[in-house]
């Protein structure tokens, strides 16, 4: 009997053009992409390269290891976080905090850009007690990469969007010899 209920459901869902996320299929100029990330003074591969190379695999990209005219890249930099005091305590220390995370990115293929670049913000907001230093300070860190790793998902919907977009604006090319369609 549910099945008959979720049945409908789920064809009026798959009609709309709804997707799970990561259920989309990439698009053509998604498939084959290199990931340059320009961070100085950096030992390790910053979160945000690490989640974003993990969505594009799961979603059946091939993440190349140089980067050459017939593959995308994904070029990340500018990546900054900062810490912002948001509220002090009664003996003048800071008990609130807003850590910011922001990067910059671009996508292109060859000379031709493939979507607009622009910058990504993140921000979460924590309290602080000064009681509990050391368990604070793994907070912040674990907060830190979760942010980076939310950026990956938002770069990947943006880039989803922008290549969609442009895809679908674009006029599909007449054959030669063949009348355009009025």
């Not at 979603?59 to 290891?65: F, M, Q, S």
């Not at 500018?78 to 910011?100: N, Q, Y």
């Not at 969007?161 to 030669?176: G, K, M, Q, R």
């Amino acid at each position: 009997m549910r099945a008959f209920l979720i049945l409908p459901v789920l064809l009026l869902l798959s009609a709309c053009g709804f997707h799970l996320a990561g259920g989309k299929p990439l698009s053509d100029d998604l498939k084959k992409v290199y990931l340059d990330t320009t961070i100085p003074y950096s030992v390790t591969e910053p979160p945000i390269e690490t989640q974003l190379r993990a969505i594009l695999q799961r979603r059946g990209a091939e993440v190349a290891k140089d980067p050459s005219a017939d593959v995308t890249t994904i070029r990340l930099s500018s990546l900054r976080e900062s810490r912002e005091v948001l509220s002090l305590g009664t003996d003048g220390k800071a008990v609130e905090f807003r850590l910011l995370t922001r990067v910059h990115y671009e996508v292109f293929r060859g000379p031709h850009t493939l979507v607009t670049p622009g910058d990504l913000v993140a921000t979460r907001d924590y309290s602080f007690e000064p009681e509990q230093v050391l368990a604070k300070e793994a907070e912040e860190q674990r907060l830190r990469e979760f942010i980076q790793s939310q950026l990956a998902e938002l770069l990947m919907l943006r880039i989803d969007a922008a290549l969609t977009y442009h895809s679908a604006t674009v006029a599909p090319a007449t054959p030669e010899g063949a009348a355009p369609v009025p």
